[in-house]
C-alpha cells in the first residue's frame, strides 16, 4: 500500500487543518500589529528616539513575514526535501520561497541595525570615529547579503517535472503532486548549496548580533566601575533597562526565527522526517512578530503605561455605558 505524505499525515498534518490555524493566527496578528505600530510611532520616549524608526523598521518587518507566512503563502514543507505547497491567498511558490527567505533575513538584519545603533549612540561615536564612516556600509552590506544568500538557488531550480520524479529518491513517502488546485512545488533538488547558503547566513548575523551586545553591555559595566562619567545615576539606569528590554525584545523573533532554520538544517542531517513538527516550526516563524509585539509593549515602560491607560480607559468608558444602561432601564420600571 502506498504510503503518500500528506494523504497520511494527522493533526496539524492535515492540510485543512493546518490552513485553519493560520487563519486565525491572521485574525490575531493584525490588530496587535497595528496597536505595537501605533504604539512606536505615538509614544516611543525620548530616550528612544534615535531608535524609533529602526524599531518601527523592524516591527513593519516582522508583521510582513508574519502575514506572509500566515495569509499570503502558508507554506506546507516537505522536508527532507526543499519542496512543498502554497496553500495561502496567492499560489506563485516559486517567487514566494524567494520572498519569504529574503524577509526573514531583513527581519533578523534589522535587530542587528537596532543593536548596532545602541552601539553607535552610547559609545561609537564618541570612542570609534572610524566606526563613524563604515557603520553605513555595513548595514547596507548585510541587507545586500540577505538579498543574494539565496539569489544563486533560485535561478538554478530545478524543471518541476524532473524535481518531482527526484522526490522518490530523497523522502520516505509517496508526494501527492497536487493538494487540491496547488500543485506541488520543488525548489532544490540539490541540499548542499541551499544548506550551505542558510547556515551561512544564520551564523553571520548571529555572531555579529552577540559581538554589538556583549560590546555593549561591556561597555555599560566598564563604565559604571569606572565612575567618572558625567551621565546621571537614573540616565545610566535608563539605558540598562533599555539595552534589557531591546534583548528581550530581540530574543523573541530570533528563537523564532532560527528555531525552524536549525530543526531544518538538523534534519537534513539526520534524514529524519515528522509533518507535524515541519509545521509547529512554520508556524513558529509565522507568529514571531505577534509574540515580539506583545513583548515589545510589555518591557518598553512608554509602551505599558500607555497600554494600562487604554486599558483603564475602556473599562471606565464599560462601567459608565452599563451604569447609564442599567439608569435607563430603572426609569422605564418606575415609569410603568
Known sequence: ????????????????????????????????????????????????????????????????????????????????????????????????????????????????????????????????????????PFIAFNYFLAVIFIAPMYFLDPDQE???????????????????????????????????????????????????????????????GQNCSQLSVKTKKLQKNFIKALFAKSSIPITFLLTPVLYVLVTMQLTYRNQNLSNVCVMLASSHGLFSTIVMVLVHQPYREATWNNLYFCFRCKRRNLKTTSGRQSDGIIKV
Not at 542587528?112 to 552601539?119: D, H, P, V
Not at 488546485?181 to 548575523?205: K, N, Q
Not at 556583549?214 to 561597555?219: D, G, H, Y
Request: charged share 15%.
Open 1 to 136: 500500500m502506498t504510503d503518500y505524505c500528506v494523504a497520511s499525515s494527522q493533526y496539524l498534518g492535515d492540510p485543512e487543518v493546518y490552513k485553519l490555524v493560520f487563519h486565525i493566527l491572521t485574525c490575531i496578528e493584525i490588530p496587535i500589529h497595528i496597536y505595537g505600530a501605533w504604539c512606536i510611532i505615538f509614544k516611543t520616549s525620548a530616550l528612544m528616539r534615535s531608535v524609533k524608526y529602526l524599531l518601527l523598521w523592524s516591527h513593519f518587518l516582522s508583521a510582513q513575514l508574519d502575514l506572509l507566512f500566515s495569509f499570503i503563502s502558508i507554506p506546507y514543507m516537505l522536508l527532507l526535501s526543499f519542496s512543498g505547497y502554497a496553500l495561502g491567498i496567492f499560489d506563485q511558490p516559486r517567487w514566494e520561497v524567494y520572498i519569504c527567505l529574503i524577509v526573514t533575513a531583513f527581519v533578523v538584519t534589522s535587530i542587528l541595525g537596532i543593536y548596532e545603533n545602541r552601539f553607535f549612540v552610547l559609545y561609537g561615536y564618541r570612542e570609534n570615529p572610524s566606526w563613524c564612516r563604515i557603520r553605513k
Open 162 to 224: 524532473i524535481g518531482f520524479q527526484n522526490l522518490a529518491t530523497v523522502l520516505p513517502c509517496s508526494p501527492e503532486s497536487a493538494i487540491g488546485d496547488r500543485r506541488i512545488y520543488v525548489a532544490f533538488t540539490d541540499s548542499l548549496l541551499p544548506y550551505i547558503g542558510l547556515s551561512l547566513e544564520a551564523l553571520l548575523l548571529a555572531c555579529e548580533i552577540v559581538v554589538f551586545l556583549v560590546i555593549t553591555i561591556s561597555k555599560l559595566k566598564s563604565r559604571d
